[in-house]
């Protein structure tokens, strides 16, 4: 059964930091694409940023570009979402996706079949 687990999660000021983290069990992390998703109130959920499996291959939405950055750490089963530069547009709920068995990076919610819960993040002005 496969777990994603998010963390990190919380309530900043616009210009401050947050790590979000992910941990997954019941699937081979390493050789598994990882995804980081949001949702806004009244909004569709949207892609945010993605990596491949080894963490070569990044894609990122055009909104957190130059701010937020992804990595893995494989030995921890563990996906980051390095979030700088906040603004109170970024407030959402951050969701952690998986894919198993892919090398490449993925940006489309459907081809994520693994789901963590989700963790809020607000940022105030």
């Known amino acids: 059964q496969v777990q994603l687990v998010e963390s990190g999660g919380g309530l900043v000021q616009a210009g401050d930091s947050l790590r979000l983290s992910c941990t997954a069990s019941g699937l081979t992390f390493a050789i598994s694409a990882m995804g980081w998703f949001r949702q806004a109130p009244g909004k569709e959920r949207e892609f945010v940023a993605g990596?491949?499996?080894?963490?070569?291959?990044?894609s990122y939405a055009d909104s957190v570009k130059g701010r937020f950055t992804v990595f893995r750490d494989n030995a921890k089963n563990t996906v980051y979402l390095q979030m700088n530069s906040l603004k109170p547009e970024d407030t959402a709920v951050f969701y952690c996706?998986?894919?198993?068995?892919?090398?490449?990076?993925?940006?489309?919610?459907?081809?994520?079949?693994?789901w963590g819960q989700g963790t809020q993040v607000t940022i105030s002005s």
């Open positions: 990596l491949g499996r080894s963490g070569g291959s990044t």
């Open positions: 996706a998986a894919r198993r068995f892919d090398l490449g990076v993925r940006v489309a919610a459907r081809d994520y079949p693994y």
